[in-house]
């Protein structure tokens, strides 16, 4: 590199590690309101994180970065870069060029919109009233609509949303790999069904003591070697994982006496996500790229080491004894084996939250298709409701009873979080090919579980995936991890084997 | 006001909440660093709160601050303003006038020095090698004079470093108060050191569960006021108090198995400091002044609670038994009266943290007059040792056997802070005089105490001085609470009368 482009470098890492130290401090604001911070501070505090959040955006969009990322965007220029580098570049120039593309008083009015559509949304969920929310959506949704203008068009207007999660990705992509997965799934769900053979449960209808749920938790956290003095366990309403840099990765889990299930596999949840934040390389701190490479490359992870590793039978085989000492009294005379078919029972449940790891995909893709037929194809939100009942009857067999089961149940698209929701789909299925490339990079793979030994497989998507943090997109990863695009075959795959034996299934059904 | 003044001054408000933003998360962050952030975070984290640090440097000393602060110090406009709003535009003109009247590369330069200087005291003090710190200590003393130029000198050099932690508080002053102190408190040192009654400690001398510890602490911030719901209690290696706006302020203490004494005490003084800043009025939060009103006002209520209700009789009547259910075994056999003797033991001690309530004072003014001999009568670093060593032996009437024990304990100096340590010793007199007229206000004071109804005493001081905040100046308070400035008798005539009866020493004497 030229000096005067170094010197100029130099000043652009500047800027990129303030930008960071922004982040980690308004991270940090959010886990502590989250985790501890006293009630009566609650409101200076979000003004708090209003102020920096402000100064953060301030500085991703800022003259400065502009001119950076242009300098640097230059073909002469660019040539001079590490591969690293130019992602940072590009990262940093499409964030500045989207942020600047909206009118400031258009993003502040949406921003406004955003919170009370929230605050209605709550509302509406609590009294089954989705027509009083109606009229918030509609404006949430006419502002991205008007938004995605701003931003441009990617092939279709649904493309510019999904790409915000899961850069690179199309419609045409996501409506290949889940339409596949659909047609794989919807049968399998039938057959499991109708199966006689349902796994026994009635041992997880007792109480079980929060501070034992919360040992074994640390336990299960220790097993797949999350890093104590890189990170923390707390308690929070809901569980969550937040990396402020590598070496301060902090998850949370909750403790509910009527759910064991619920802790033990939020731990191996938010556990797999720290994981991959934990062991991003050293040399990627400071910069934009020190974290995961999408929300669904992130959320592989932690579905894999929930589902995958944390629902295989090797794995209970091993710490089912464990448990029972944490709760001798309620599981003493369950086996490993029955433990294994409990965590792993499938249900057509109207939740997404609550599903299991087959039906989870059906409520994500209803959810998809839904918000492709809103961007793309104009389906009026008035609509939304019986679009809703419709699909969930036709893939699940089920029609919520209320609004509330139903439609309103989510979050995200109060706030306007469109296109969010195929992350976690495109997570078990990014998750299901990785591991098909673990297991025949490491054959012994079920016996290292078995053996309370994890630490190879972590250490093998460590050097895979974790390290590279955000150097590189989605689409690079899981080809070069896999030596091939993302195919929904292999997920479908992994769930038709294990939930034949599950369900004992006829194969030739 | 105006309208265009009102336009302006809310102009201002929005930058001096952008400010307390600021500080909130710096608090935020650097509390978190010590009480429970993971150690490999621990080099990323010191950068960030440097980052946030710079910024809060610049707003401070921003050209906006200036003009703000110029057109509100005008007497047309100052005119249009409450007493509060003339003391926020004060406040921040002094501090933006002080920091911008050092060059920027020199105060730079100051900055880096006082971190190695600190580095560089460490291994002094765990070597006793007093030699290899004296250069740092020169430099930073020299960095101090020459700052004290760009200050301006007030009266004497020193009084420009005393105004810093005590605005408006002289030399002449502190001379004449500490002066009168001296001469009442070593003549009772003496007659305590000759006493044949010493109070017995043995039951003292075990070890003390630390979790039992811990509950009593709480037990005894519940007592006195503290509001979980606006605040929370940590551990760290410290006992520290931070607030980080009123309704979020944060206490911490150390469990040591063989000291109970220590987190008993330690819980009581940051359990002041948090008393103060919980009741701070709402409507000071977001400027400036949502603080308390300098070092030694802040320290007069964390030393009224440690002290003057924490070691009083009528107090440990009320929470002895309390106190004997949490360690039986090493105390069922101990009355109330021998505790509180035990507690309020004097020694002539070496070391200032450590030390009691009557010879604390001591180790202040012998730092306070060291201080004063180096910045106005050009007392050269190299002599510190001997003039340390000489007055230890003067005033307390023993000789430090290592620099360690001695000029070496404590780390104010080698950061720069000159002109900080009299705050303890004008908190204890500020304590002593406010205590006079609350006992006159509130007669029933000790019976309150014994009853263990502590609120009708934290409302007293709440409405004379919490709730005031940095609205005020050290002098103003002390003189609209008890109607005369600071006079040093009042703590001298509460610890004779203390120790006399503890002692047994003659009245005539």
Redesign the interface.
């Known amino acids: 590199m030229e000096q005067h482009l170094e010197r100029e470098w130099e000043l652009f890492s500047g800027l990129l ?2 930008i ?3 982040r ?2 308004i991270g ?2 959010q886990w ?1 309101l989250r985790t ?10 979000a ?2 994180i ?3 959040a402000g ?1 953060l955006f301030r500085l991703e969009t800022s003259d400065e970065m502009g001119r950076y990322t242009d300098l640097f965007s230059r073909p002469a220029s660019s040539a001079t870069l590490t591969k690293v580098q130019r992602k940072i570049v590009e990262d940093c120039r499409k964030e500045y060029e989207r942020s600047r593309s909206l009118p400031p008083e258009r993003y502040e009015a949406y921003t406004v919109l955003a919170m009370q559509s929230e605050t209605a949304w709550e509302e509406a969920k609590a009294n089954d009233d989705y027509a009083s929310f109606e009229p918030f959506l509609q404006q949430i949704v006419a502002f991205k609509q008007e938004f995605i203008d701003y931003w441009g068009v990617k092939n279709t207007r649904y493309d510019t949303l999904l790409d915000m999660y899961e850069p690179g990705l199309t419609t045409t992509k996501v409506d290949e790999v889940f339409g596949r997965l659909r047609s794989r799934l919807v049968p399998l769900v039938q057959r499991i069904a109708s199966s006689a053979n349902k796994p026994k449960t009635d041992f997880l209808d007792g109480l079980f003591d929060k501070e034992q749920q919360e040992k074994f938790g640390v336990y299960l956290l220790e097993q797949i070697g999350f ?6 366990a707390d308690e929070s309403v809901h569980p969550f994982a937040t990396g ?5 990765v902090r998850i949370t889990n909750h403790y509910l006496a009527d759910n064991l299930i619920s802790s033990i596999f939020s731990a191996l949840h938010e556990g797999g996500h720290a994981l991959y934040e934990q062991n991003i390389a050293q040399e990627l ?2 910069t934009p790229i020190a974290q995961g490479a999408s929300m669904g490359i992130h959320e592989s992870q932690s579905r894999l080491w929930e589902n995958m590793i944390g629902r295989s039978l090797p794995f209970w085989k091993r710490h089912f004894g464990k448990l029972q000492q944490h709760f001798p009294e309620q599981l003493a005379r369950v086996t490993p084996e029955q433990f294994y078919l409990a965590v792993n029972k499938v249900e057509n449940s109207l939740i997404r939250t609550e599903a299991d790891e087959v039906t989870y995909n059906l409520h994500i893709i209803i959810r998809y298709e839904i918000e492709k037929q809103i961007f793309n194809e104009g389906l009026s939100v008035q609509d939304l409701p019986a679009v809703w009942n419709a699909k969930y009857q036709e893939y699940l067999g089920i029609t919520p009873p209320s609004h509330a089961l139903g439609v309103l149940q989510d979050v995200h698209w109060s706030g306007g979080d469109f296109g969010y929701f195929a992350s976690y789909s495109l997570g078990n299925m990014y998750a299901a090919q990785m591991m098909n490339t673990l297991r025949r990079e490491l054959p012994d793979f079920e016996e290292l579980i078995a053996a309370g030994n994890l630490l190879p497989i972590r250490d093998w998507l460590k050097e895979k995936i974790y390290v590279y943090g955000m150097s590189e997109t989605p689409s690079e990863i899981i080809e070069r991890v896999t030596g091939e695009p993302l195919n929904p075959d292999y997920l479908a795959d992994y769930l038709e084997a294990k939930y034949r034996e599950i369900y004992h299934l006829e194969a030739s059904e």
């Open positions: 590690a303030k960071s130290g922004y980690e401090a940090l604001l502590d501890g911070a006293p009630r009566k501070g609650a409101d200076v505090r003004r708090t209003g102020t920096l100064e890093d104590f003095e890189a990170g923390r402020l840099n590598p070496g301060d701190v400071g």
